[in-house]
Structure formats: C-alpha cells, structure tokens
C-alpha cells in the first residue's frame, strides 16, 4: 500500500497570506489528524478528522482549520499567516475505528512552510 | 538535512552496542503509547507500541517498558546500528481522546561507528 502523501512538500509565503495543505491518507483509513512541528514547540496536535468531521481540535486558534472529504483526503488552511507559522506540518491516517478504540497512527512527510 | 528540533537532548552510543531511550509522560489518564523515530527531512515513523495494561512489549531488535507508577517510558534498541540515527518521540493517548498524540520532546539518538 502507499504511504501518506502530502503535497506540497515545500512552500514559501509572506506573512497576511493564506495557504492550504493537501493529505492523501493511505487507502483504507478514514481518520486523518495533523500536527504542527517546530523546534521550540516540538510536536502539536492540530485536529483530527473523521468521516468528513472534526472529532477533536488542540489549541490552535481559529486562523488554523480544516477539512475532509468523502474520500477521507483532507486539507488544512492557515489563513492570515504570521511569521510563527513556520513549521513542518504533517499529516498522520489511521484506520479510525472509533473513539474508544486504539489504532495506529502513520505519518506522512510533511509539508515545509516558510513564512517570509 | 533538517532539523527536527534544536537543542534535544543526545545519546551516543557505539555500533552493536545496546541504547536506552527514556521518556517521561504527562497524563496518568493515558492508556496507550508509542515510540516513533524520525528521520531527517521525514515524518516520523512508527516503532512500537504498548498499551497500560502491559509492562513490556517486544517487537524486532525493539523492547518498549512501562513503568505506570512513575509514569515512564522506555525504549531499548539492541544491537545498535548505524540506521538507527535518528531522533526518538515518545507519544501518549488516552481512549476517547479520539486520535490526538501528545508527544514528548524527543531523543536525539547517534551511532559512532
């Protein structure tokens, strides 16, 4: 099977911009989450995306949102972008068999944004 | 390459040697944990898991323990290789927190040959 794919892998934008994501989840799996990664902040949850739903958001203002669609493919949208946005932001799939159960998550490899 | 992280902390250990990673957790309500490694210019991969109601979870040349009363991870690697650079994330999950991973601030592990 194909991993996950997202595109682009690099992107550079000016500060006021807008810029949206793409995440091609690996056949089969319907929850797709992001995370935000930077060398001061580490690692952070963004939200996670369920059957076209979001099903659980972290503490990102609302410039940061997103979407899926029917065929679990989901974007992000940063909108109004600020220098500290720069980050590599990745996506992980997983089957997504419910809320109480445990599935693992893959990560695809990341989108690069510079915000200049 | 890029950098994953600026000023992690960094285990260096020989070729075929043993290496233990630690990782402290925050939420005693998590009952689900993972170890990633993550290459330069990648995302992270997956390694192994456990869930809490394991102390131990062993998979290939990977051992993953589970000290609930002092909330702490660990990750051994025998035999360590030179494709095992890379830098460590552990990650912890509580069960009807959906997907959301909390991760902690990684391991940056180097192989001398």
């Known amino acids: 099977k194909a991993g996950v794919t997202q595109t682009p892998r690099y992107l550079i934008k000016t500060r006021g911009q807008q810029v949206t994501l793409s995440c091609s989840p690996i056949s089969g799996h319907r929850s797709v989450s992001w995370y935000q990664q930077t060398p001061g902040q580490g690692l952070q949850f963004l939200f996670e995306y369920f059957s076209e739903t979001q099903r659980n958001k972290g503490n990102f203002p609302g410039r940061f949102s997103g979407r899926q669609f029917s065929n679990s493919r989901s974007e992000m949208n940063v909108s109004t972008l600020e220098l500290g946005d720069s980050a590599l932001y990745l996506c992980a799939s997983s089957l997504g068999k419910g809320l109480a159960v445990l599935d693992t998550q893959y990560f695809g490899p990341g989108t690069r944004l510079t915000v200049l | 390459g890029e950098s994953v992280g600026l000023h992690l902390p960094t285990l260096s250990v020989q070729e075929g040697d043993n290496s233990i990673i630690n990782c402290a957790y925050s939420?005693?309500?998590?009952?689900?944990f993972i170890w990633y490694k993550q290459e330069s210019g990648k995302g992270p991969q997956f390694i192994i898991d456990i869930r809490s109601n394991m102390d131990k979870r062993q998979g290939q040349r990977v051992t993953v323990l589970l000290n609930k009363t002092v909330k702490h991870l660990s990750l051994q690697i025998a035999a360590t290789q030179p494709g095992d650079s890379a830098v460590y994330f552990c990650a912890e999950r509580f069960t009807g927190g959906g997907n959301k991973l909390t991760f902690g601030t990684g391991t940056q592990l180097k192989v001398e040959l």
């Open positions: 939420n005693s309500a998590s009952d689900y």
